[in-house]
């Protein structure tokens, strides 16, 4: 029988296995696009699938909450329960899934007023925008069984599936790029791989749990049940508007203040933290269920001290990866596609600090929701939206895409970064916050040194060539790294994560 570790070793590999090679198509494709499609093509993209990201938050948290309770039920091989909640998660699904469909088409008169300066797809806005609604809709009726699967630890099997498609939805976009220069026919791709991950994804679970066809008399969910799942569903519904209206009203707020352009401009830098936050995610995710069960047992003390060497290893590679964006992502630009889709140092800095600040809590929601916290935080997480939007339109006004992104920082700082890890250690690990706020605070310290440090060195290489960006990207690999090996060599929790990569290894 397998280990938490190994399981949750397992899944992150098989994900980050597929994201290795979805990213280098992404950068192809994307390289196709701009080629090959209008700059403001590049904006619509962005634009449309925030758009459709904030009419998901219909799901209102059904998927985390059901997950949840599935822990328990797949513990004790309770076949009947796990079906009765597949049951009630199915219903739900499909209501959610019809009422995304109409939600959307009620704001296609509203396009015009949200996409300022479309330039060459001004004829062609509703079209573009019905291709993505159906492909947002059509999600709902199959993507549910997933859940199950995570919740089982036997994640990597959902991203393998994904990961297959992804890679072959690049390769057909390019094809059809290359060929007919089509935008529908683009979209029209995506739309069936889509459909088709969902729908392999689905046949699995079939497969793999027989027993949700097979048994006829389902078991009842009881009232007290019922109602634990609907508060946790209320929480994370709030938490997840909240989030949502945080992470994905950029796009938005930017068309409507600056201009189709300048959001497609912002779109390539998106692409790469996009990528660099699935990848680093898909490592925290893929503990979810793990620590889930870790937390059940009832050992805080334990759950601490993974929490710590966690901690340790998110910093790392976060700040890392901030690092990276803050110091490359500008020449890696201009040697893919010019200087002229470049946005300023000032940008560039506030989208990195963004990065760090937004993966530095996934370790803290990693622990939160596996303790079952749902209900703590989510009302602060309706005030960092509102300051958000609020010092978007306010600073998008007067700094541009600067001031919009400086927005987003300013209202995480202020709210979500102290209240959630005061949440979870109040009533998950029951001990004092202080220090971890102390701990916070010195990792942001060190990680603006190294980083700055890092610039000053790196900046001694002029990249005109892909040679000489190679040449810069081995400096930021080395430098932070080489640094923080120093730093943590001989603490307690790098040695608790060292011993866990070893032990898998010879496993």
Known sequence: ??????????????????????????????????????????????????ILTVLSLAELGIGSAIGYALYKPLREDNTKRIAALMKLYQKAYVVIGILVGVVGAVLIPFLHYIVKD?????????????????????????????????????NYMVLTVKEICNISRTVFQVVVLVLFRNFYLYLAVESFFIFTNNFVVSKIVDKKYEYLKTQKNDEKLDKKSIKEIFVNIKALSITKISTILVNSSDNTIMSAVCGIVETGLYSNYVMFTTLINTILSQFFSSLYPSIGNLNAEGDTKKSRDVFDGINLFGFWLYSFASIGVFVLVNDV???????????????????????????????????????????????????????NIGLSIWFGKLWGVFGILLATAISRLFTNTWYDPLMLFKHGFKTSILRYYIEYIGYGIFAVCVALFTFKIAGLIQVNSVFSLVEKFLIVVLIPNIIYFFAFFKTKRFSYVKERVLSLIKK
Request: aromatic share 16%; charged share 15%; no cysteine.
């Open 118 to 154: 479309p330039g060459p797809v001004e004829n062609d806005l509703i079209k573009i925008y019905i291709f993505y609604l159906f492909n947002t809709t059509i999600s709902y009726f199959y993507s549910y069984k997933s859940t199950l699967l995570t919740a089982d630890q036997k």
């Open 1 to 50: 029988m397998k280990s938490r570790t190994q399981k949750s070793f397992k899944n992150a590999a098989f994900g980050l296995g597929g994201q290795g090679i979805e990213i280098i198509l992404k950068v192809i494709g994307r390289t196709i696009f701009i080629k090959y499609l209008a700059v403001e093509y590049l904006g619509v993209n962005g634009l449309f699938g925030e």
């Open 333 to 387: 630009i201009t040697v893919w596609i010019g200087n002229k889709y470049t946005l300023s140092l000032a940008v560039v800095t506030v989208i990195s600090l963004n990065v760090y600040m937004r993966g530095m809590h996934n370790n803290i929601w990693l622990f939160k929701d596996s303790y079952g916290l749902f209900k703590y935080g989510q009302y602060m997480s309706i005030a960092t939206a509102l300051i």
